[in-house]
């Protein structure tokens, strides 16, 4: 008895031990069963400015019953509400506006759908008496409450749906389509790359005006005193003589 003993305890022991590698090896469960790809089913490329898509994008939302709840320029939420037997669904649709970086077209319109599912919980409650004697106690007589509880929560990923969005969407659009202006031309002087330091350049001195010449006034000289045929100067004349005598 005493030998297969010995064998059996090995034998268990390697089982074991088999059994934790073989329970190791397992892969965990994903979280997320995500996708990358390259499919355009939650864009769209549009000719028109972003402030018209997403006009746009309202519009169609409210022809389909959605309450919007935000309408900016650039970004528009709406929220659209389902009920069924048992449970209450929620859609809350989303799309965002964005100027398109590479192509003809003008605008990108990005969304996507979220949709909530909420189920009816009942929540008995019971109300406690309270004696003296024999302390508090709790009967079986209450109420009950009705809650939604949120049990569900996913993004459409239906291609469909959102075609028949991008569908609804092209009848809303404008037909005059807004481009954007074309910008000014700037009048600043572009940077020189390697500027050149001005230096002063030498300037000639100032010559004095040029005075415009004044003709010589010739000398006046005094005329000559008469003489003579003798060439012997006349004496001057003498004084008159005064009439009165004296």
């Known amino acids: 008895m005493p030998a297969p003993r010995q064998i059996l305890l090995p ?15 397992t892969k965990p469960a994903q979280s997320a069963y995500e996708a990358f790809d390259s499919s355009n089913t939650y864009s769209r490329s549009l000719d028109h400015s972003p402030a018209q898509a997403c006009e746009a994008v309202r519009r169609a939302l409210l022809s389909q019953g959605f309450v919007v709840g935000r309408a900016d320029a650039d970004v528009v939420e709406a929220r659209k509400y389902f009920q069924q037997e048992e449970s209450h669904e929620q859609v809350e649709f989303r799309a965002v506006c964005m100027p398109q970086i590479r192509g ?15 189920a009816l919980r009942k929540s008995n409650t019971s109300a406690s008496v309270g004696v003296s004697a ?17 049990v569900a929560s996913e993004t459409l990923q239906d291609p469909n749906f959102y075609k028949r969005f991008f569908a609804v969407l092209d009848r809303f659009l404008p037909e005059e389509i807004e481009r954007p202006a074309k910008p000014a031309a700037s009048t600043q002087a572009q940077p020189i790359l390697f500027p050149v330091q001005p230096y002063p350049q030498p300037v000639p001195a100032e010559l004095p005006a040029e005075q415009s010449p004044v003709p010589a006034q010739p000398a006046q000289v005094p005329p000559p005193a008469p ?17 009165t005598g004296g």
């Open 104 to 118: 003809d077209q003008q605008t990108v319109v990005f969304v996507n759908a979220v949709q909530d599912r909420y």
């Open 227 to 243: 003489a003579d045929a003798q060439g012997v100067p006349v004496a001057a004349p003498a004084p008159a003589a005064s009439l």
């Open 11 to 25: 034998m268990l022991l390697a089982a074991s031990l088999g059994g934790c590698a073989m329970g190791g090896g």
């Open 134 to 150: 024999l302390g508090s106690l709790s009967l079986p007589i209450g109420s009950s409450d009705d809650s939604l509880v949120k």
